[in-house]
């Protein structure tokens, strides 16, 4: 694993300012993301160090910004940052802040990224209004609009450059996003409540003969009910896992070794959901820390294995 300071310099950025701007996007991934954060560092070539930490940190940024409050609220906090960051882009003035300024100059390093913010931006309003969606179908516009687009940030630095590839590769983004979304609205679900909001759709509960308010309660005669609940959920979050397996094979093959740990640890995260059953209604999932180490220790190791022998 490279030091964060060799990253910069192998990607040239020299300027002490600079620096210290992706520095403050590479803390906001770590504490944002811890997981994927040391999976980067592990796993991926350590010139994309910089620019993939500032689209991890821009999205829970944007994400942090129109998640709370009134719908209204929201939509006003989505204008005004959409509009500091498009400025920032473009070079109208100084940005303001380290994380226009850093994701600016990820942007001129990687111009396939400016597409990926606009249409990432452009989504948000379907975070910024959500409050709850009744079907399978609204379930699937959202990940269309928002949850696609913010992973593509990322994921659209490991794409393949034959454009035929290119497109397979961001289907299988998109069913692991449908996935790791499933997981999201289980895992969150605790929260979710105490917000009024939760990201099941209501036509799903409806086939158990469960109400949001009966979630709100949080136990009682409909515990078995959410136990099937949470389980019908978690087979579709299994079942889109085992449609993105080979998504890595599309990837250049120093960006394999991160892809297939990134599946394999929404894998964990999945069965930290399915142990907790109808107890999500109280308490958040994540998985354990030592095995999604484990994980991460023996994906490097196989990696470093793997270059010293194409060496």
Not at 67 to 88: K, N
Not at 289 to 305: E, I, P, S
């Amino acid at each position: 694993m490279s030091s964060w300071s060799d990253a910069l310099d192998r990607c040239g950025i020299v300027d002490p300012s600079l620096r210290g701007d992706y520095g403050a996007q590479r803390a906001l991934a770590r504490r944002f993301a811890p997981a994927e954060y040391l999976t980067v560092r592990l796993l991926l070539p350590g010139p994309l160090h910089p620019s993939v930490f500032t689209a991890v940190a821009f999205m829970h940024e944007t994400d942090e910004r129109i998640d709370s409050g009134e719908p209204g609220a929201r939509r006003a906090a989505l204008r005004v940052w959409d509009q500091e960051v498009t400025a920032a882009l473009a070079g109208r003035g100084a940005a303001r802040q380290p994380m226009s300024r850093a994701l600016a100059d990820t942007v001129r390093r990687h111009p396939v990224l400016a597409a990926r913010v606009r249409a990432f931006l452009d989504g948000a309003p379907a975070e910024a209004d959500w409050t709850g969606l009744d079907t399978e179908s609204d379930f699937q516009a959202y990940v269309d609009s928002y949850s696609l687009p913010a992973l593509m940030l990322t994921a659209c630095l490991l794409e393949p450059p034959s454009p035929a590839d290119a497109s397979a590769f961001e289907a299988g983004c998109r069913t692991l996003i449908e996935a790791m979304q499933r997981i999201d609205f289980l895992a969150d679900l605790a929260e979710d409540i105490a917000q009024g909001r939760i990201g099941v759709p209501r036509d799903a509960l409806a086939r158990h003969g469960l109400k949001t308010e009966d979630l709100a309660r949080g136990s009682g005669g409909q515990v078995p009910a959410v136990e099937r609940l949470v389980m019908e959920q978690a087979r579709l979050a299994g079942a889109g896992l085992d449609g993105c397996a080979k998504l890595p094979e599309l990837a250049e093959p120093g960006h394999r070794p991160f892809l297939d740990a990134l599946i394999a640890v929404q894998r964990l995260r999945l069965r930290a959901v399915e142990r907790k059953g109808a107890a999500l209604l109280t308490h958040g999932a994540r998985p354990a820390v030592l095995a999604t180490l484990r994980l991460l220790t023996q994906a490097y190791r196989n990696t470093r294995k793997q270059r010293r022998t194409r060496n």
